[in-house]
């Protein structure tokens, strides 16, 4: 895994902060006629994606591989939210001309946002490409698959208003087996304007809540012990059993509206032993309902990813992120009279929007001394084509100035993380074990309600087992400590 991610160089610098990764399909040995290797590149949901396409794939006669050498059919499930996203993609689909050198008869597929974004067009800039999938047309893989056997490209590019894979059952591909992500609604409704996503992944829609809580309740049958609710704006959900399309749903007269609070508290009452946690809120979306479902439930997770990208509230306007500084320190006080200073904040961060002034850019540094985030995902400008913003502003900051910029907020998190995970030094943390720690065999690896890694010696525990845990040290990553007796007290 190292070697792939230094083989397509996708950290360099500062992005090395940032959330890019990638991901490989495990091997699954079921005797099936042929072999799938899918590589999954961006974020959470894409990751959960593969998941799909690969329950689809084994339905029709495909085993998964993690060596691109062994397989049949090629999957890239690509990312278009920055230019580089991109750019490592093709990047990475020069690199198995060899290999369809080789085996002429390997399949090669572009999945995902970068599929949607550039449709046909990608067949003609990319000749190795044989199949190119939205992600609302995973059902159609079969179909495209045979085209391709016989011989043709094969496209489909379809956006859904209503698909949500509700009834798929996903085939995990990089469980640990204690931690799994569900699905609950795909699309985006928002228009932030720097942000491709709405273009690529459709109108917002929202999964039927019994089939969520169906899938919950099989994860933890199995043995799971933790479950991440996702969606590009988790709060804004919305589901009525006659129509799940947000835009119909607000336009029509329906005999129930499951909301996400409501969704919540039912994943909530699967099991006390499973942990519910969620992402991502939008701060213009968050509700006092919410938080105080959160605080009713000990097994909801004290943590809340809700991205600022901005704290000047000039800016957030360009972007068109519909809140402003203030809105969003009512938000951040909200969460902090209901569910307490322990409550962990994370956000996303964008330096170097178009004509951000170095005053502005400061604003973000403030709101980030005042809100002391836990963790931050952070970025600099990368207009992305057919956006607001590339429509309607000049991409004005030099790119020197966007990365210095860049540098200070990684530079201020650093610290207010070192300060965040200062004051959990003292305290009982209840831990979900993951598994064991990267760096020591003797040594385990947890999270504790707030998202935050917890390192311990193992004393015969196993993962999936809750332990309490004294914390005695941190660094600005990671909490350190000993297995104890003592209650939690967090
Ligand atoms: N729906 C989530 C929200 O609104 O916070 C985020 C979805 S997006 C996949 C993840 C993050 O990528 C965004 O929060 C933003 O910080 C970043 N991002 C999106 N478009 C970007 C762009 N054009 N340039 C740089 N960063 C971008
Ligand atoms: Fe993009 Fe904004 Fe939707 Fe997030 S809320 S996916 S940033 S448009």
Redesign the pocket.
């Known amino acids: 895994m190292e070697k792939l991610i230094n083989d397509i160089q996708i950290l360099d610098g500062t992005e090395a902060e940032a959330?890019e990764t990638v991901r490989v399909s495990k091997k699954t040995n079921t005797g099936k006629d042929r072999k799938l290797y899918i590589e999954s590149y961006?974020?959470q949901?894409n990751f959960s994606d593969s998941e799909i396409v690969s329950s689809i794939m084994s339905e029709n006669g495909f085993d998964t591989t993690s060596d691109f050498e062994d397989a049949d059919v090629i999957f890239l499930n690509t990312?278009s939210?920055?230019e580089k996203a991109e750019q490592t993609v093709r990047m990475r689909l020069s690199q198995f001309n060899g290999a369809k050198r080789k085996k002429p008869e390997l399949m090669i597929g572009v999945l995902g946002c970068m599929a949607e974004r550039l449709k046909t067009k990608l067949l003609e800039e990319e000749k190795i490409v044989d199949l190119v999938v939205g992600p609302d047309a995973y059902r159609d893989l079969p179909n495209l698959v045979s085209e391709v056997d016989e011989g043709q490209k094969a496209v489909n590019t379809f956006l859904s208003r209503e698909e949500t894979y509700a009834d798929i059952t996903p085939v995990r591909l990089n469980s640990n087996g204690v931690t799994a992500f569900i699905s609950i609604m795909r699309g985006?409704d928002?228009m932030?304007s720097?942000?491709?996503?709405p273009f690529t992944r459709g109108r917002e829609r929202s999964r039927d809540p019994y089939s969520i809580v169906k899938e919950a309740q099989d994860l933890f049958n199995k043995g799971y012990r933790e479950v991440t609710l996702l969606g590009?704006?988790v709060d804004s959900y919305k589901w009525s059993p006659e129509v799940n399309n947000k835009a119909r749903l607000e336009r029509s007269e329906v005999s129930e509206i499951v909301n996400f609070a409501n969704l919540l508290e039912m994943v909530a009452k699967v099991h006390p032993d499973l942990r519910v946690r969620f992402s991502?809120?939008?701060p213009k979306d968050i509700t006092d309902e919410v938080l105080h479902t959160m605080k009713k439930y000990e097994n909801i997770c004290k943590c809340i990813?809700l991205?600022v990208?901005s704290g000047n509230t000039r800016v957030l306007e360009l972007m068109n992120r519909t809140y402003t500084r203030d809105w969003y320190i009512n938000r951040v006080d909200a969460i902090r009279s209901i569910l307490g200073e322990d409550c962990g904040i994370t956000s996303?961060?964008?330096t170097g929007f178009c004509t951000e002034t170095e005053e502005e850019h400061k604003d973000t540094l403030t709101l980030m001394d005042y809100v002391k985030y836990d963790f931050s995902?952070m970025?600099?400008?990368?207009?992305?084509p057919g956006?607001l913003?590339e429509k309607k502003y000049k991409d004005d900051i030099p790119l020197d100035v966007k990365k210095r910029r860049l540098s200070e907020v990684i530079a201020k998190q650093k610290e207010t993380s070192l300060v965040r995970n200062k004051r959990d030094i003292g305290k009982v943390h209840k831990v979900l074990i993951e598994g064991r720690s990267k760096k020591s065999a003797e040594q385990l690896q947890g999270r504790n309600t707030a998202n935050k890694v917890v390192i311990f010696d193992n004393e015969g525990q196993q993962k999936g087992q809750y332990v309490n845990v004294l914390v005695d040290d941190c660094s600005a990553g990671t909490l350190f400590g000993k297995i104890t007796e003592r209650e939690n007290d967090l």
């Open positions: 959330c961006g974020c949901m990312c939210i920055r985006c928002n932030c720097f942000c491709v996503v590009q704006n991502t809120s939008h990813h991205p990208q996303d961060m964008i995902y970025f600099f400008y990368s207009e992305r956006t913003a």
